[in-house]
């Protein structure tokens, strides 16, 4: 926002006369309502006043009630808001009002719309129905203000690891006493009944940088009043926007208690070196027709069809119009609440091409104007056509256009793994020929190089990322088969042996090529989801992930362990620029399919070695391959990531001329001078 008062323009019916009505578009009869610019949208308490402040530019009355009670109980009081500047209510109660509930009810027209919490409310009750005045000052934990975010030098440092919050920690075999809670994450020295480690012990050993935590703001489909019955969803379904989900506190009732303990998680992780990422769904509410938007300023917060229904780009029913100025000015206030009063270290943005571009850079404005290493990036796609304009979406076609902000590729997931749409499809880990080029592009992260044939990459004809850093390296995430499903329905005939292997090469792709790599949480301890892939409402017995999996499959987690070390102590695999990868990286020319090789040269971005050599071989054969000139060292195979030179016997770590790169692996080789 610019500071100015400027006027916009609702494509809406003057006549809003029935609450769940929406406006029909009609250019030549349109409402223009005024943009508030202020910063002071929602409850200011201080123990001598609280004051309310509410934008409804439609309205011709705004009723506040106070409550004792989060939901049911009779009102304490209620009150006529007084109209002020720029469409908004604002109204100003003297004493202390510190742990009262309220709502907003607004007249339109002539008719009373549904009573609502306050949109920018940042603490709720149970259910998130009514708003809730809370002193922010006091649900701070002890030592709060030395739990600054842990140093980042660069993006490309960042390895992310996605999870939900009952996941973690829900099975009896994490040993964790706060089952499904925030408080899990703070729980330390945490043991499986074999002895390994689990919950934040466990982040720590295996060596991420950032959690990147599934929805922890208030969602609507979880009855936070009936906790014992052990109910499950991701989370793709907003409430409260600004306030965090119930069902992850010990106490939902209280408003207090859940920002208490969301704060005490991120101290805990933060110190343990680890920043928090939050996956933000701006892009739709959980029922349109029944939100604090909607009843406030009908027809405004979404986008509407022709007709006068809601358009619906999320595939949810809905989709908000970030490019409307208060619907922009939400969420840049949004995230940087989080940003401040929680210290959250970064965002990923659900269906981020359903929000515009504009709006998206000037959230990276803003939030790097408070501290520029918080970390942006989304799902450069949406899920089903939106009145946007595809010009101004915030696609993966349009990163170039996205400064600062990173897209998930698709191209080197689904090249990794198979398509999308179709659980059984092949990827080239499996043997499925032809994608080789999709797996080079994610080699350079979406950029440009010369020895790509572009025609030939799955779903993307050119590079999209300006730089390195905007492209998200993955196989897989919460969405769609877990890596486990995906490997049994697609590599036929297969040993359990053969399996594994596949498990470990998937992420050694990830690991060793540019971008920032995102593991799914659970890809280290070989987490099925028993061929569920869309798991968002499904049980624990599905869902959660199972920690006696880290003793038994323990050569894996190790195997993850080691090669998130072998990233982080060599910068080769990180490179910040498009310009570096160019210069140092190259692709060896083979006629062989499922193998793809290539060496970085010259000290890569500083890296102590000199030459590095990697090669992935998806086929079911060992392959017999070419080395340059000299001599070089096996660092990393199928066997083993030793970083001083491989020492598996049978498998000779010094090799000249010709080597064998073993069946569905990787290998990566470094000239003997640099180790
Ligand atoms: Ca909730």
């Known amino acids: 926002m610019t500071g100015n008062y400027f006027l916009i323009i609702l494509t809406a019916m003057l006549s809003l006369n029935i609450a769940g009505d929406h406006p029909t578009a009609k250019k030549e009869n349109p409402i223009i309502y005024p943009v508030y610019d202020g910063e002071d949208l929602g409850v200011h308490y201080t123990a001598q006043k609280t004051s309310f402040r ?11 009630r106070i409550f004792n009670e989060g939901h049911g109980g ?68 002890p030592d709060w203000e030395n739990a600054d975010r842990p140093p980042l030098k660069s993006f490309a440092d960042i390895v992310l690891w996605e999870i939900h919050v009952r996941d973690f920690s829900v099975h009896p075999s994490a040993g964790i006493q ?3 809670k925030f408080l899990a994450f703070t729980e330390e020295g945490t043991r499986s009944p074999e002895g ?26 979880i009855d936070e009043s009936r906790l014992e019955k052990n109910q499950f969803n991701w989370g793709y379904d907003p409430k409260n926007f600004n306030v965090p989900e119930g069902s992850y506190s010990t106490d939902p009732y209280d408003g207090n208690v859940r920002i208490s303990e969301f ?40 986008r509407m069809r022709p007709d006068g229904t809601f358009s619906d780009g999320s595939a949810c029913g809905n989709e908000t119009a970030s490019e409307k100025p208060m619907m922009r000015k939400f969420m840049l206030e949004s995230l940087k609440y989080w940003v401040q009063e929680y210290r959250i270290d970064g965002f990923r943005f659900d269906l981020m091409g359903l929000h515009d571009i504009e709006t998206m850079n000037l959230i990276r404005k803003e939030l790097h104007a408070i501290d520029s290493t918080i970390f942006l990036y989304g799902e450069g796609w949406t899920a089903a056509d939106s009145p946007l304009p595809e010009k101004d979406r915030a696609l993966k076609s349009h990163a170039s256009r996205l400064n600062g902000v990173a897209v998930f590729s698709d ?23 032809d994608l080789e080029e999709s797996i080079k592009f994610g080699v350079v992260a ?35 088969p877990c890596l486990w499903d995906k490997i049994v329905n697609t590599c036929i005939g297969c040993s359990k042996t053969d399996k594994l292997d596949l498990q470990k090469f998937a992420n050694a ?71 570096m990868i160019q210069n140092h990286l190259q692709f060896f020319e083979t006629d062989k399919s499922l193998l793809v090789g290539f060496q970085i040269s010259g000290n890569a971005n500083g890296d102590t070695w000199k030459e590095i050599i990697v090669f992935y071989n998806a086929d079911s054969l060992d392959t017999e391959v070419e080395l340059p000139e000299g001599e070089w060292v096996i660092v990393a195979s199928k066997y083993s990531i030793e970083e001083k030179g491989s020492t598996v016997k049978g498998f000779n770590s010094l090799q000249r001329g010709k080597t064998t790169v073993p069946k569905r692996s990787i290998l990566v080789l470094v000239d003997k001078e640099s180790v």
């Not at 934008?55 to 506040?64: D, H």
């Not at 939050?278 to 027809?299: C, I, Q, R, T």
């Not at 191209?411 to 020929?433: E, L």
């Open 54 to 64: 509410v934008w409804s530019p439609a309205a011709e009355s705004v009723t506040l």
């Open 74 to 141: 009779e009102v304490l009081d209620v009150y006529q808001m007084e109209k002020d500047i720029k469409g908004t209510w604002l109204f100003e109660l003297n004493g202390d009002w510190k742990n009262k509930y309220y709502t907003y009810q607004a007249k339109i027209g002539n008719k009373l719309m549904l009573e609502v919490p306050d949109p920018y409310a940042k603490a709720v009750g149970v259910n998130g129905d009514r708003g809730m005045i809370v002193d922010l000052s006091e649900t701070n934990p």
């Open 178 to 180: 706060h089952k499904g």
């Open 196 to 221: 390994q480690k689990t919950g934040i012990d466990h982040l720590v050993e295996l060596g991420i940088t950032h959690i990147h935590l599934l929805p922890v703001f208030d969602f609507a489909t």
């Open 263 to 302: 704060k005490q998680m991120v101290q805990a992780l933060h110190k343990n070196g680890i920043r928090v990422i939050m996956d933000v769904v701006y892009n739709h509410m959980f029922d349109a027709g029944k939100s604090s938007f909607e009843n406030l300023v009908p027809g405004y917060y979404f």
């Open 411 to 433: 191209d080197i997931r689904d090249g990794i793994r198979g398509p999308w749409w179709d659980n059984k499809g092949s990827g080239f880990m499996a043997g499925k020929k």
């Open 446 to 480: 979406s950029t440009m190089h010369l020895q790509i044939d572009y025609k030939k990459v799955n779903y993307s004809t050119a590079p999209y990322a300006a730089n390195p850093l905007q492209t998200i390296t993955y196989v897989t995430c919460h969405d769609n």
């Open 509 to 579: 792709i990830v690991l060793t090529s540019q971008g920032v790599p995102l593991l799914h949480a659970g890809e280290e301890l070989v987490r099925t989801k028993f061929n569920e892939h869309n798991s968002y409402n499904l049980p624990d017995s599905i869902n959660q992930l199972v920690w006696h999996n880290k003793h038994l499959y323990y050569d894996v987690f190790d195997y993850y362990r080691k090669l998130i070390q072998l990233r982080k102590n060599h910068p080769a695999f990180r490179m910040p620029s498009t310009q």
